[in-house]
């Protein structure tokens, strides 16, 4: 089973990455199950979206302890208690326009930088970045596949559909060319 954490702040839009992840594994005919956590109700404060994704329906019902893969919208929140539930196994994918290098001091984590927030704005998006973290997180898990995710955004976006495909996709081929081939990047060719 395939644990996920999204972590964001509240009006990021972490809660509609994970629910826009949740249909596209259901699209691909995956078991899913997702639920959010909150902090307080307000702008700002820190929310997570947490997804289990499996083959054979999913019977647990507890919070995730150790998470096969991180997205994070903030890397001010790639703190210790996020990775207190990471291992060195585990994806981490987190909005920052610096390198794997400047992430080095979290701990032995795979941690993939990605910059969403200019991803965005060549889309005209502004600061609108979970279509571009879905793009480059959907290709360093190997799935689901860009086009299932691009399908999902494109249906469920309530306006700039079209732009918000471009992100998606432009995420993907970001995370591609600059992690494929790297020691730790997982299956990242779209299926």
Do not use: W
Request: glycine share 10%; charged share 20%; proline share 3%.
């Amino acid at each position: 089973m395939l644990e996920i954490i999204i972590q964001g702040r509240g009006g990021q839009g972490a809660q509609t990455a994970g629910n826009l992840l949740v249909q596209a594994f259901f699209a691909e005919g995956k078991h899913v199950q997702g639920f959010a956590t909150y902090g307080g109700a307000r702008r700002g404060t820190p929310v997570n979206s947490m997804i289990r994704v499996d083959d054979a329906p999913i019977l647990l019902r507890c919070d995730i302890e150790q998470a096969g893969g991180i997205l994070c919208f903030d890397s001010s929140l790639l703190e210790a208690l996020i990775l207190s539930r990471a291992n060195r196994d585990t994806l981490i994918v987190v909005n920052s326009s610096g390198s794997q290098d400047d992430h080095s001091g979290s701990g032995d984590y795979r941690v993939f930088p990605i910059d969403a927030v200019a991803i965005s704005q060549e889309n005209n998006l502004g600061r609108f970045v979970n279509s571009a973290l879905l793009g480059a997180f959907c290709c360093l898990l190997g799935s689901p596949s860009v086009d299932t995710m691009s399908s999902t955004i494109r249906a469920a976006a309530p306006v700039k559909p079209e732009e918000n495909v471009a992100a998606c996709r432009a995420g993907f081929e970001m995370a591609r060319h600059q992690f494929v081939g790297d020691k730790f990047s997982r299956k990242a060719e779209a299926k």
